[in-house]
């Protein structure tokens, strides 16, 4: 074999690795037709994270809730800090330095991203969006705690329709009834 063989097969076997690595860290959600549905509320103008990486390193980041206060206070991920949306103002942040580690979430990442949006904007270097939010950290059986901080099985599911993404079985659906 000549050194162009070689330098060929290295190639292939450096390109098949890139390609296998890509997917296993391809971001989704465990049900295919909650992901389609993420993934078209999505623009990916913020980065985003999964549930997985996001629970393995928890202690590193800043969890950021970009839900309203009931559905904060029914339950949220440990220790994150409830900024909500629909009167969010970016200086109720300015005790978090702008170089900190931040992910936001929300029912299942649109008004999250929203928020990252205006984090970015606004100086703020490595903001995350969770991908699923919190519908997806309780379909991967991740703890949730309420206003109290302790453990529950209750979700605020945002409306009826949206319940539906929540799949896990003995989750308590909470939600308020908007008049269409």
């Not at 300015?94 to 900190?100: G, L, S, V």
């Not at 319940?163 to 308020?176: F, H, N, P, R």
Request: one cysteine or more; proline letters at 2%.
């Amino acid at each position: 074999m000549v050194l162009r063989d070689y330098c060929n097969i290295l190639f292939l076997l450096l390109w098949t690795f890139t390609i296998s690595y890509s997917q296993e860290t391809e971001v989704r959600c465990i049900n295919p037709q909650f992901d389609q549905l993420v993934d078209g509320y999505l623009d990916y103008s913020i980065p985003v994270i999964s549930v997985a990486d996001a629970y393995e390193s928890k202690d590193k980041y800043i969890f950021l809730d970009a839900r309203e206060l009931d559905e904060y206070n029914t339950s949220h991920i440990e220790q994150a800090t409830h900024i909500g949306y629909n009167n969010f103002e970016v200086n109720s942040l300015k005790m978090i330095p702008k170089h900190a580690q931040i992910i936001i979430y929300c029912s299942i990442g649109y008004r999250s991203e929203k928020i990252g949006e205006v984090l970015k904007n606004n100086g703020f270097e490595n903001v995350y969006n969770l991908y699923g939010s919190i519908f997806e950290w309780v379909n991967q059986h991740h703890p949730v705690y309420d206003f109290n901080g302790n453990s529950t099985f209750q979700l605020h599911t945002y409306n009826k329709k949206w319940s539906k993404w929540v799949e896990v079985e003995g989750v308590e659906k909470i939600w308020k009834d908007w008049k269409d």
